[in-house]
């Protein structure tokens, strides 16, 4: 698992190109994402970013985004599997507003650096131009002919450096001769969810409403109306949710499928959403949605039809 230890320990980049990348501009840009995401878009100064959710009329969530304010356009940073689904809803919606879309996935390279060292390992890159590091989560400082963004996907610490395409070999360079090693796909996951950090098309779905995922930094509960407000509204007002997303540890080193049920006294406590064996705490880590009642009496679980040889508990 190339990476592995350096991203528990020290720090990596993690090679993000197929991430979606959408330039939003016009003078309705800031009304139109303001309407359409979960997030303070008007607040957002130049320089400045935040995650969101973009949802259905049912509440539903359709993607997730990181936005960027840069200037005179917005950046939006999406899965790779969402990028032409939130084109597509967001053109939907365009209709007398002065707005454009135009999908840069192709046009920008972006590398992630993570880990607890990934602060100093960012600002060793380039010894005539040293790499900014943004002090609060999502400022954005400009470097070279693009920018980098405090974002952490695999854990608490983390930096996504974005660069037009053309300029990827240099960046990979400068990466080598920092002695900054790559983390594979398979390492960041297991970090990820060791750290207990969702993705969303793996943890969370469209069969998810927000405040079941946890992600409550994702949605401003004052900033008026947008597209699924009125769910969400109704799920806080009335606290009206049954499960919740949660970090859960199980007693094993074969990692459940998606969803695998927890149970309780033979009774379902949680759902499994993923899960892989961690070598470093010798024991399989896996989000999991967890009954609210079960979150609060915090029992042992066990997998299903494993009683008793493979018990669970939050963490």
Known sequence: ?????????????????????????????????????TNHVEQLAPGQGHYAFFLNSQGRILADVYLFHLGDYFLLDTEPETALKIYEHLD??????????????????????????????LASLDAVNPAPVPTHDYDIAAWQSGFVARVAATGPLGFRLFTPMA????????????????????????????NGKPRYGEEITERYLTQETAQL?????SKGCYLGQEIVERV????????????????????????????????????I??????????EVAALAYVRTEQEAARRDMYVDGTEPSQSAHLV
Do not use: C
């Open 217 to 221: 930094h994702a949605v401003h509960f």
């Open 167 to 194: 300029g990827r070999p240099s960046l990979l360079a400068q990466l080598a001769a920092a002695g900054i090693e790559q983390a594979d796909t398979e390492a960041a996951r297991t970090v990820r969810i060791e």
């Open 273 to 282: 959403a993923s899960a892989v064996f961690s070598p470093a705490l010798g």
């Open 92 to 121: 939907k919606y365009i209709i007398a507003d002065d707005v454009t879309l135009a999908n840069e996935t192709a046009a920008w390279s972006t590398i992630a650096i993570e880990g607890p060292d990934a602060a100093s390992a």
């Open 236 to 271: 806080r007002s009335r606290a009206q949710i049954h499960r919740k997303l949660a970090s859960v540890r199980i007693r094993s080193t074969v990692a459940p499928p998606p969803g695998t049920k927890l149970k309780v006294d033979g009774k379902d406590a949680a759902e």
């Open 1 to 37: 698992m190339t990476g592995y230890e350096a991203l528990r320990n020290r720090a990596v980049w993690i090679d993000l190109d197929g991430r979606g990348k959408i330039r939003v501009t016009g003078d309705d840009r800031v009304r139109l994402l303001h309407a359409m995401t």
